[in-house]
C-alpha cells in the first residue's frame, strides 16, 4: 500500500467523521399559541422529528427576524441532550411568501385567461353580426321572392341576429366582472408586497442521542412589531334604558409570520420588564440635639435659630 493511498484513506475517514458530528436536519414547526402584549408578542412553536444517533444540529426555519434573541428558549421531551441554540439570519434565502399571495397570484392568472376567451368569443360575434348585415338581401335583383318566403327569412334573419346581439351582452358582461375581479386582486397583491422581504431568520439547536430516537420540541421568543389596543363600542336605545358598552381588542402584528389559526392570549403586561422586584437602600438618620443659639431678633418674634444634628434648619 503506497504511502498517499494510505494518507487519501485517512483523510477521508477524518472528514466523514467531521461532517457526520455536524449533521444538519432541517425542522419543520407549527405556531401553536401567542402571547400578544401591548408592545410585542411571544411566540411558542411545536416541532416533532426523529433523532438518529450522535450529535445532531436541527434548524428551525422560516423564523421571524424581529424577534430579541435573548427571549429565545428551546424545551425537548425525549431521550437526548440539548447543546446548544443559537440564531442566525440566511440573507442568501429570502422569506417564502406567505400562501395568501400565492393563491391570489394564482387565481389572478386564472382571471386573465377567463378573460382573453371571452374577448375571443366577443370577437366571433361581431363578425357574425356583421355577416348578417351583408347578407339581408333575399332574392335576386330581376327575381321576387314570395310572401312566405320573406317571411321566413326575416325570422331568421331576426333570430339570428337577436341571438348574436345577445351572446355579445352576456360576453361583456362577464369581460366587466372579470376586470373587476383582477383589480381587486391588484389591490390587494399591492398592499401584500408593501412590506420589504427581510432575510430568513433561523434557531440552530444543536442535540445529542445515544440511541435513534423520537423527539419533540417547544421553541418560544419574543417578537416585535406586534400588539393590541383597546376599543369601546356604546350603544343605548333610548336615554330610559341601560347603556350597552362592548369592550374590543384590536390585534396587529407585522413580524413576517402568519398568526394563522393560532391560539391567542391578550396581554396589558410588559415583558421587556424584570421580574425582579428592587431593593431600596435604607436610609440612616441621625439625631442630636445642640442648645440653640439666638440671633439678632427678639426671642419668639422673627428670631431665627439653627439646631444641628439632623443637617436641617428651622425658621421660629
Known amino acids: 500500500m503506497s504511502k498517499n493511498y494510505l494518507f487519501s484513506l485517512v483523510l477521508l475517514v477524518f472528514v466523514q467523521s467531521l461532517f457526520g458530528q455536524n449533521k444538519k436536519q432541517p425542522i419543520a414547526s407549527t405556531i401553536q399559541k401567542v402571547t400578544v402584549f401591548l408592545n410585542g408578542g411571544q411566540v411558542t412553536r411545536l416541532a416533532k422529528t426523529s433523532l438518529p444517533a450522535g450529535k445532531t444540529e436541527l434548524v428551525f426555519k422560516d423564523i421571524s427576524p424581529n424577534i430579541d434573541r435573548q427571549s429565545i428558549q428551546v424545551k425537548g421531551d425525549g431521550p437526548f441532550t440539548i447543546l446548544s441554540v443559537v440564531h442566525q439570519l440566511n440573507h442568501l434565502e429570502e422569506q417564502v411568501r406567505r400562501e395568501e399571495i400565492t393563491q391570489l397570484e394564482t387565481e389572478k392568472s386564472q382571471q386573465l385567461e377567463a378573460r382573453n376567451v371571452q374577448q375571443a368569443m366577443l370577437t366571433v360575434y361581431q363578425q357574425v353580426k356583421a355577416m348578417l348585415e351583408k347578407n339581408q338581401s333575399v332574392g335576386g335583383a330581376n327575381t321576387g321572392v314570395s310572401t312566405a318566403e320573406l317571411r321566413l327569412a326575416v325570422e331568421y ?160
Open 157 to 316: 334573419q331576426r333570430q339570428q341576429m337577436t341571438d348574436v346581439l345577445l351572446k355579445q351582452l352576456e360576453t361583456n358582461k362577464n369581460i366587466a366582472r372579470i376586470d373587476s375581479t383582477v383589480q381587486k386582486i391588484s389591490k390587494q397583491l399591492v398592499a401584500l408586497h408593501q412590506r420589504k422581504d427581510l432575510a430568513t431568520s433561523e434557531v440552530l439547536v444543536a442535540v445529542s442521542a445515544k440511541a435513534a430516537t423520537d423527539a419533540s420540541f417547544e421553541l418560544s421568543y419574543f417578537v416585535k412589531d406586534a400588539g393590541w389596543f383597546a376599543s369601546y363600542d356604546l350603544r343605548v336605545e333610548d336615554v330610559s334604558s341601560p347603556i350597552d358598552l362592548s369592550f374590543k381588542a384590536n390585534v396587529f402584528q407585522s413580524s413576517g409570520e402568519d398568526w394563522k389559526d393560532v391560539k391567542l392570549t391578550l396581554s396589558n403586561g410588559d415583558p421587556t420588564l424584570s421580574g425582579v422586584a428592587r431593593e431600596l437602600p435604607p436610609w440612616y438618620l441621625r439625631f442630636g440635639y445642640i442648645a440653640p443659639t439666638a440671633y439678632q431678633g427678639r426671642a419668639g418674634i422673627g428670631g431665627i435659630h439653627e439646631v444641628s444634628g439632623c443637617g436641617a434648619s428651622q425658621h421660629w
